[in-house]
């Protein structure tokens, strides 16, 4: 059924929230998995989820350090027989998601929701949203909640 799966992540505990459930489907189906990180315009979030711009070195300086996080979550999965890779893109991040999954033939984008309502959707925006409204595959969502 899943034979290639894509989880966009953003180095945040909160995004990881779903990696148990992607570690089970990928294990029932012997699918791949795609790790995903997208750095939006040049710019980091903010704990307060606001978006600081990076000059180039900075810039560079978070794709390296987004590439670190990601190998580490794919060496993790790799010790549990499970492929995957991993990607670290520059742009929107919903675009981004939605392009990788065309190129790459996902079957299935599996995230976790960081479950802002109200004012902080409308001001931040929301990715799951974004996909749900634009996505044409399955697209598995996880709420994650701060407290969590």
Excluded: C, W
Excluded at 109 to 126: E, K, P, Q, T, W
């Amino acid at each position: 059924m899943y034979h290639k799966i894509i989880v966009p992540l953003d180095g945040s505990k909160r995004a990881e929230k779903i990696l148990p459930h992607l570690e089970e489907l990928a294990k029932r189906y012997k699918a791949k998995v795609i790790f995903l990180h997208v750095i939006e315009y040049k710019a980091i979030p903010t704990s307060e989820g606001e978006y600081i711009n990076l000059t180039d070195q900075e810039f560079d300086q978070a794709k390296k350090q987004a590439e670190t996080h990601l190998a580490g979550i794919q060496g993790e999965f790799r010790e549990k027989n499970i492929e995957s890779q991993s990607r670290v893109i520059f742009g929107s991040v919903v675009e981004g998601i939605i392009n990788i999954a065309a190129q790459e033939a996902v079957d299935l984008i599996a995230l976790a929701s960081h479950g802002r309502g109200g004012l902080a959707r409308v001001f931040y925006g929301s990715v799951a949203a974004g996909l749900l409204h634009r996505v044409d595959r399955p697209l598995l969502i996880i709420r994650s909640r701060q407290t969590e």
